[in-house]
């Protein structure tokens, strides 16, 4: 099973960076996609950005432009650089990995605990 463990959430003045990073741990066969997605009070959990073990990107409209994703295969490791924050951007984020746990069978959905990001001035 996966364990994905969230990190670098905080409070940021607005136009401020943050850069959230997401270590996948536990028994598996491969990581698939990993993504990461937030939920902000009152809201509904949304994709913020997600990439493929190919490195195929996609981004919420919301965050294109300021946000990138990225991710380290060797460490198993997803990366979120967020710049030109906006108060918009608080909410919990989440950290997503698709796995398969062995060389057959689907792939699984991981979800970690989530990190606060704050953005006030």
């Known amino acids: 099973q996966v364990r994905p463990v969230e990190s670098g959430g905080g409070l940021v003045q607005p136009g401020g960076s943050l850069r959230l990073s997401c270590v996948a741990s536990?028994?598996?066969?491969?990581?698939?996609?990993m993504g990461w997605y937030r939920q902000a009070p009152g809201k509904q959990r949304e994709l913020v950005a997600k990439?493929?073990?190919?490195?195929?990107?996609n981004y919420a409209d919301s965050v294109k432009g300021r946000f990138t994703i990225s991710r380290d295969n060797v460490k198993n490791t997803v990366y979120l650089q967020m710049n030109s924050l906006k108060p918009e951007d608080t909410a919990v984020y989440y950290c997503?990995?698709?796995?398969?746990?062995?060389?057959?069978?689907?792939?699984?959905?991981?979800w970690g605990q989530g990190t606060q990001v704050t953005v006030s001035s």
């Open positions: 997503n990995v698709e796995a398969k746990r062995y060389i057959v069978g689907n792939p699984q959905s991981s």
């Open positions: 990439i493929t073990s190919g490195g195929d990107t």
């Open positions: 536990g028994s598996f066969f491969r990581i698939n996609a």
